[in-house]
Every structure is written in C-alpha cells, then in structure tokens.
C-alpha cells in the first residue's frame, strides 16, 4: 500500500530566510508526487509535481522538489521565505503500477509558519 | 476560468440527521472527486467519478454516505444518518481527464459539524 509521512507538523522559518518541509513516501514502483498548499478558510491548491525526468522540480510561487529516489523524499524547498507563504502543506504521492485510476494518498500536513 | 465551486460553506447538524453538500467542478473537467479531511489529518479521497460513472468508492462508507453525478457535471455528497464522527471538511476536486499525472483543483470545502 501507499503512504506518505510529514515527520514535522510545524516548521517555523525567518522571512528571508531558505525553508524546507519534508516529505518521505511508500510505494511499490516509481512514484508520482505531488505538493499542495492549503491557505485557511480555503481549498488546496496545486504547487508541483514530479512525474520522470529532472529530479528538481519547479512550481508555483517560487517553491521547489526534489526527488530523491534512494532516500523515497520529496523535500519541499524555497531559498528565501515569505511571511504571505505561512499556510498548510500537504504531499501526496501515487502509484501508477496500481491501476489507471490509483487513488491519490494525502500526508497529514505541514504548517508553515515564517516570521517577520 | 471559474474555479471549483462548493455549497454551502457551513454546515452544523445534529447527530442522526440528513445533510447534502454540492459541487460544481471546472467546466470541461471530466474527473470529480469527494474528500473528506478531519481536522489534523490530510484529505481522504470517498468516491472518484469519470464522466457519471464511478471509479472508485473503495473508501466510501456506504452504509451512511451516497454521491451521484447524474449528467456528468455537478455533483451531491449525502450523509444519512450523520454520526458524530463525520465531523470534517468534505472537499471537491476536479481534474481534466483523471490521469494518474494531472494535478486536482480543489473547491473552497464545506466544514461540517455533527452535535
């Protein structure tokens, strides 16, 4: 079975300052992995996704992935945060050796929060 | 491009009674899915539709939850009787053709409270 961990559930980071919030997976073949964001009081939005190919991946708002496949991480990076970037991040990973229509499994969430 | 749409946005009940959310997906997008998130835990996916057919209702407690999407577009979510333990956000998600790759755009979620 699938599954993804979030070993932190908050993460706190100076303005300015790199951020990284972890994610490892599970899975019986190559992974398909996803990053949302979740702001409060609404729904989660697509950041990046890794697929094949380049193991650093870019997405939305300056955030970044990397792919590492003999540690199964997926660490979410920025070189310099925001405090607008303070919300909930979630990783999600699918297994396509499953079937065409593989359920998309959630992490339990990151809050990030970045001070002044 | 109109996002996912999601109603109501609140909804508190009591324990046994009926309840029904809505969803109107991304216009074109064939896939719709129904999540429920407890609080501290992220999304759990309940039912997967393609088209008005549905492709997986593995997680789906089927004893007390239903879902249709009669003309392939929008979509209910019913719980009867509500337990106490329903209690979460029931997010809608849509995606263009459902592939295993694509990513899912989420509506605003209905947060349901069960006394």
């Known amino acids: 079975a699938q599954s993804v961990a979030q070993p932190e559930d908050q993460v706190n980071v100076a303005e300015g300052n790199p951020l990284t919030v972890k994610c490892t997976y599970s899975v019986s073949g190559n992974p398909y992995l996803f990053w949302y964001v979740q702001y409060p009081n609404r729904g989660l939005q697509f950041l990046l996704k890794y697929i094949t190919g380049d193991n650093l991946v870019k997405g939305s708002y300056g955030f970044e992935a990397e792919f590492n496949k003999s540690q199964t991480s997926f660490h979410l990076k920025k070189p310099s945060a925001l405090v607008s970037d303070s919300a909930l991040y979630f990783c999600?990973?699918?297994?396509?050796?499953?079937?065409?229509?593989?359920?998309?499994?959630f992490g339990k969430g990151t809050m990030l929060l970045v001070s002044p | 491009e109109a996002g996912v749409a999601q109603s109501p946005r609140y909804k508190i009940i009591e324990k046994r009674q009926s309840v029904a959310f809505w969803c109107n997906p991304i216009?074109?997008?064939?896939?719709l899915y129904w999540y429920q998130q407890i609080l501290g835990q992220g999304p759990k996916l309940l039912i997967q539709?393609?088209?008005?057919?549905?492709?997986?209702d593995s997680q789906l407690p089927k004893d007390r939850f239903s879902a249709e999407r009669l003309k392939g577009v929008d979509s209910t979510l019913k719980i009867q009787p509500a337990k106490l333990e329903d209690s979460a956000v029931y997010l809608c998600?849509?995606?263009?053709?459902?592939?295993?790759?694509?990513?899912?755009?989420f509506g605003p979620g209905t947060r349901l409270t069960v006394l």
């Open positions: 998600a849509s995606s263009l053709g459902g592939t295993l790759a694509e990513g899912q755009y």
């Open positions: 216009s074109g997008h064939a896939t």
């Open positions: 539709f393609q088209n008005n057919g549905v492709v997986d």
């Open positions: 999600a990973v699918r297994d396509p050796m499953n079937s065409g229509y593989s359920t998309l499994t």
